[in-house]
C-alpha cells in the first residue's frame, strides 16, 4: 500500500523558512512516466490549494501566490518529496499535504487528481 508521511511544518515568525519533508512508501515518482506528487495546503474555512507539484517528465509547477518564496524538490534516492518554503507570511498558515498518483494528466494542481494523500503537517505563520 502507499504511503505518505508528512514532516516538517511548525511555527515560525513571518519572513522565516522550513522545509517540508514527504516520505513515499509503496510509490515510487518516475520521470519517464505520467506519474506526480504535489503540496495542497488548507487553512481553516478556506478551500484546499494548491502548491506545487512535480509532473511530467520532472517539470514542476509553483502556485502564483507563493512563486519564487516556495520550491518543490525530490530526493530520488530516499524517495523524499521536499518543499522549501522562504519568506513566509502569516497567510501561509495552513495544513500542508502531500499527494501522489501514479498517472497524471494536466489535473497535476487538483486535490482530486490524486489517489494517494498523506495526513499533513501544520504550518503556522506569526507576524
Known amino acids: 500500500a502507499v504511503q505518505l508521511v508528512e514532516s516538517g511544518g511548525g511555527s515560525v515568525q513571518a519572513g522565516g523558512s522550513l522545509r517540508l519533508s514527504c516520505a513515499a512508501s509503496?510509490?515510487?515518482?518516475?520521470?519517464?512516466?505520467?506519474?506526480?506528487m504535489a503540496w495542497f495546503r488548507q487553512a481553516p474555512g478556506k478551500e484546499r490549494e494548491a502548491v506545487a507539484a512535480?509532473?511530467?517528465?520532472?517539470?514542476?509547477t509553483i502556485a502564483g501566490l507563493v512563486k519564487g518564496r516556495f520550491t518543490i524538490s525530490k530526493d530520488s534516492a530516499k524517495n523524499i518529496l521536499y518543499l522549501d518554503m522562504n519568506s513566509l507570511k502569516p497567510e501561509d498558515s495552513a495544513m500542508y499535504y502531500c499527494?501522489?498518483?501514479?498517472?497524471?494528466?494536466?489535473?497535476?494542481?487538483?486535490?482530486?487528481?490524486?489517489?494517494?494523500r498523506g495526513q499533513g503537517t501544520q504550518v503556522t505563520v506569526s507576524s
Open positions: 499527494a501522489a498518483d501514479e498517472y497524471c494528466r494536466s489535473g497535476f494542481m487538483h486535490w482530486g487528481e490524486y489517489n494517494h
Open positions: 509503496g510509490f515510487t515518482y518516475t520521470v519517464e512516466r505520467h506519474t506526480c
Open positions: 512535480l509532473h511530467n517528465h520532472g517539470v514542476t
